[in-house]
């Protein structure tokens, strides 16, 4: 999901510890006593350890972070200003082209990187009317009543869309939180948009409990809170979802134990009957931490393309100019030990959204998944 604002870093607040400016120590970090550092000096080394100490992916990304200060640093002076330094930092984190990570000031986002994996973004941005358009009308020709919004809305879309025939059901869930402020806001406001979004979730699987099969469509879903929460409601059973290991300072391959992460049946209203997810490189963040842990149930076929592979919860911090940032500082592996950043969770069975396709009126992982919803209503 796209961030908007400095407090965005905060967007999972239970793992986030904003710190000041971090020691400076290590052979390439000495430039003189910290009280006779300017502030950019001051700031420039700030960013930099924390990477070094806690960013979880130099060895994948292939970046060499030691030679990066040995470009860089002598680039900064007392005289650089903010703007330059700013400039100098998106060169700096660039090559590592991993979408949490992110430089604000105040209300304003300054830089906000971009996985290598964004097709699906990039192809139909600005179509997406269009696009949706096409899906919907697809569902009524293949019997689905007129598809339904409903919820909150956020940049033009509401929280979900939904429509069914006699068995099965469809759910196109947009975003894993209502209300902005549930991630762009304190702890407290995030703990009540995610009862807010449950409330929402609940009301449309209520309308569905009697469906054999559901359509769930999170191909242009960038996440939010909740993932696994929300996964809760398609379950009947507790199962390992997933590892995630934080990245700790020293080694740029050293991490603190796996903690495991399961998938649990949640209260209140639950469809435990057979799901259709579909899913794109769009999918990310807390909606791939929903496709994951559904990718666990035997009930769950995934039709569509591999999710963004934009896992890691962020780590934020402040440098001493002011700026914030963000990284992403935790390996996610699969309960058989596989690293899913910039891999994603693959689908079972693999189709791509085209633009040829499009200009045919024609939506092809929605009619992969509407062929696979008819076989599990046989």
């Known amino acids: 999901m796209p961030l908007t604002t400095s407090s965005v870093l905060l967007q999972r607040l239970s793992i986030i510890c904003l710190i000041w400016v971090l020691p400076f120590h290590g052979a390439l970090a000495q430039v003189g006593p910290a009280t006779t550092a300017s502030v950019p000096e001051q700031s420039f080394e700030a960013f930099w350890h924390a990477f070094r100490d806690h960013y979880a992916f130099f060895p994948q990304k ?65 179509v997406q009317p269009q696009f949706w358009q096409v899906a919907h009308q697809q569902l009524q020709a293949a019997g689905f009543a007129p598809v339904q919004a409903s919820g909150p809305v956020f940049k033009e879309k509401p929280l979900l869309y ?22 762009m806001g304190t702890a407290a406001q995030e703990k009540r948009d995610a009862k807010l979004l449950e409330k929402h979730v609940s009301k449309a699987l209520a309308q569905m409990a009697d469906c054999q099969v559901l359509l769930i469509d999170v191909r242009d879903n960038g996440g939010g809170h909740s993932g696994y929460e929300l996964a809760g409601r398609f379950s009947d059973q507790r199962v390992l979802a997933n590892y995630k290991a934080i990245r700790q300072a020293g080694s740029y391959e050293q991490f603190g ?12 209203p639950r469809f435990t009957g057979s799901v259709v997810l579909l899913t794109s490189d769009q999918t990310a963040s807390a909606a791939e931490d929903f496709t994951l842990a559904l990718a666990q149930r035997p009930q769950v076929v995934r039709v569509g393309t591999a999710t963004k592979g934009m896992l890691s919860d962020m780590y934020g911090t402040r440098l001493p100019n002011g700026l914030e940032i963000t990284l992403s500082n935790q390996r996610y592996t699969t309960p058989q030990g596989q690293v899913l950043e910039d891999v994603g969770v693959a689908p079972t069975v693999f189709v791509e959204n085209t633009l040829p396709d499009l200009e045919r009126q024609h939506d092809a992982v929605l009619a992969q998944a509407l062929k696979e919803a008819r076989k599990l209503t046989r």
């Open 62 to 126: 292939q970046v060499d972070w030691e030679a990066t200060y040995a470009t860089y640093r002598p680039q900064v002076s007392a005289q650089t200003t903010d703007s330059e330094l700013v400039a100098i930092f998106r060169q700096m984190v660039e090559p590592l082209h991993d979408g949490h990570i992110t430089i604000a000031r105040g209300e304003t986002m300054l830089y906000k990187g971009e996985s290598t994996r964004n097709s699906f973004k990039q192809i139909f941005k600005s």
């Open 162 to 183: 939904t429509t069914r025939t006699a068995t099965v059901g469809y759910l196109h869930l947009t975003r894993f939180f209502a209300e902005a402020k549930g991630v």
């Open 257 to 268: 134990e796996p903690q495991a992460f399961y998938l649990t049946p949640a209260k209140g």
